[in-house]
């Protein structure tokens, strides 16, 4: 079944406001003692699940979520930390990246359901089996906060100890492990949700947790601006380009490799019509993308990834190609 587009909402593009970081991070230390900090474990399926705990824990929530953010954010004004676009930076020291909320298509999934119906959300039992949680979610409030501030983390499947394996040492003897399950958060900086950002500690966590890859996204932000050039498209009324294909895996892939200067309009138009593959065109001559499918055949095209065999006559979708290098002739003398 082909992937649905999950386009962002335009007001959520077009009211983006940029946050500063160490000014949050300065307001945050005169809270921070009296934070409210509800955890949400999410699944492999990026399903919400509520937690239930005891008064001792939320005691701690802070120090394990907040307390080492502040420290990096608040010593970094000191070191000269600059914050930089996570597409167009690279990992290195003294950079904090950051990207648009509005990109990370199943970060945002994941918190407009928290947003909107949270009653829906179950709480995390034994049943749930933790085997299937990759992730631990941080929302942090306060009543004179009116930031929207989310932290998360990567959950380790070695940081999660079932009781039927389990053995514990209590005064100085081995036993078995008398709970239904352990787990044990990690410590180190890896996400801070703030309003429309997301600021990156690390960002292969980024890609475990929520499929993102920057450096992927960026080319194909690149190649899209390039198609725009160099083809004529119409778009249904409030719709990009760039936000069809946001959360588009298989495009964001192939538009890796595609040469957009290559081919020109018609000769798109004249392969389609040779190979009996639907691309309309306007009034005016500009090809319509009308749906996820349009935009499917659309880059499949210009990718060269249709043929007709001339042995059978069949049309194919090339998944995978990979050319024909020529046979070399051995019977010619070699020259020296």
């Known amino acids: 079944m082909e992937e649905d587009i999950l386009t962002p909402d335009k007001a959520d593009i077009e009211n983006y406001k940029e946050t500063d970081v160490f000014a949050w991070a300065n307001n945050m230390v005169q809270y921070k003692d009296e934070l409210k900090i509800d955890l949400f474990l999410i699944s ?35 070191t000269g930390l600059k914050v930089r676009g996570f597409e167009a930076a690279e990992e290195e020291e003294d950079v904090l990246q950051r990207t648009q909320l509005v990109k990370v298509e199943k970060a945002r999934e994941v918190l407009n359901f928290l947003k909107t119906q949270e009653h829906e959300i179950e709480t995390f039992k034994e049943e749930h089996d933790f085997k299937r949680m990759k992730g631990i979610l941080a929302r942090v409030t306060h009543p004179d906060i009116t930031q929207q ?24 003897k081995f036993m078995p492990f008398d709970a239904d399950a352990a787990l044990r958060i990690p410590m180190d900086n890896q996400l801070l949700i703030l309003d429309q950002d997301i600021y990156v500690f690390n960002q292969g966590k980024l890609k475990v947790l929520f499929g993102y890859d920057a450096k992927e996204a960026s080319i194909a932000e690149k ?4 198609i725009q050039t160099n083809f004529r498209l119409v778009f249904p009324e409030g719709v990009t380009l760039q936000q069809m294909v946001m959360g588009k895996k298989n495009i964001i892939r192939k538009l890796q490799k595609i040469e957009t200067d290559k081919v020109k309009q018609q000769q798109i138009l004249d392969h389609a019509e040779e190979l009996d593959i639907e691309l309309m065109e306007d009034d005016a001559g500009a090809i319509i993308i009308e749906d996820g499918k349009a935009l499917d055949r659309f880059v499949n095209l210009l990718n060269d990834d249709y043929m007709e065999s001339n042995l059978t006559g069949i049309r194919y979708e090339i998944i995978r190609k990979k050319p024909v290098k020529p046979v070399e002739d051995k019977s010619s003398p070699e020259i020296k």
């Open 44 to 78: 492999k399926t990026f399903v919400l699940y509520k937690t239930s705990m005891a008064k001792e824990l939320k005691k701690g929530l802070e120090p394990l979520f907040i307390d080492n953010i502040l420290e990096y954010i608040l010593d970094g004004v000191e």
């Open 149 to 172: 501030i989310y932290l998360v983390k990567v959950l380790p499947q070695s940081n999660v100890m079932s009781g039927r394996v389990g053995w514990m040492l209590r005064e100085g």
């Open 223 to 226: 190649k899209v601006e390039e």
